[in-house]
C-alpha cells in the first residue's frame, strides 16, 4: 500500500460557537500546519433543512433539537480536508465530543469548555464523509497538489 492509498477527505464544521469567538482562522490554521491540504471551504448560514440532514443519524434522540438549534444559530465554516488518514487525523486533533474530556492540546481541549459548545464537527467514518462532503459541497471539491506534500511523507522525499 503506498501513501496515496490512504489519502482521504473529511468534512468539518466550525460550528456558530468558533464562527461567533473570532477563532475559526486560527483551527483551520491548525487543520493546514498538520499538513492537511484544503480542497473546499465555505462561510454558510446552515438552514433547517440542511441542518436536519446533516444530523439526521441523531433524529429521535434527545439532544437532536438542540443540535439542529445549535448549528442554524450563526453562520458556520465548512471544509473538505485532504491527506493521509485525514479522518483519523482530524478526530484526533478535534479531541473528544464532551469538552471536558478533552485533551489539553486538541482544539476542544484548547479552546472549549462545555456540551454542545465544542467548536467543530468531524466525519467520523469514509462512509460519513462522503455524505456529508456531497451535502455540505455538492458542486465538488477543487483537486491540486502542493509540492510541500513531497516533504510530510514517506513516499515522495528525496533522500
Do not use: C
Amino acid at each position: 500500500m503506498t501513501e496515496a492509498d490512504n489519502v482521504q477527505r473529511t468534512l468539518i464544521v466550525l460550528k456558530p460557537d468558533a464562527v461567533q469567538r473570532g477563532i475559526s482562522a486560527e483551527i483551520l490554521v491548525r487543520f493546514e500546519r498538520r499538513g492537511l491540504r484544503l480542497a473546499a471551504l465555505r462561510l454558510i448560514k446552515v438552514d433547517r433543512p440542511q441542518a436536519e440532514k446533516h444530523y439526521e443519524v441523531h433524529k429521535g434522540k434527545f439532544f437532536y433539537e438542540d443540535l439542529v438549534r445549535t448549528i442554524s444559530a450563526s453562520p458556520v465554516v465548512a471544509a473538505v480536508l485532504e491527506g493521509p488518514n485525514a479522518i483519523a487525523v482530524v478526530r484526533s486533533m478535534v479531541g473528544s465530543t464532551r469538552p471536558h474530556e478533552a485533551a489539553p492540546g486538541t482544539i476542544r481541549g484548547d479552546y472549549a469548555l462545555v456540551g454542545l459548545r465544542n467548536l467543530v464537527h468531524a466525519s467520523d467514518a469514509p462512509e460519513t464523509a462522503a455524505t456529508e462532503i456531497a451535502l455540505w459541497f455538492p458542486e465538488g471539491v477543487v483537486r491540486y497538489t502542493r509540492d510541500v506534500e513531497r516533504w510530510m511523507t514517506d513516499e515522495g522525499a528525496p533522500g
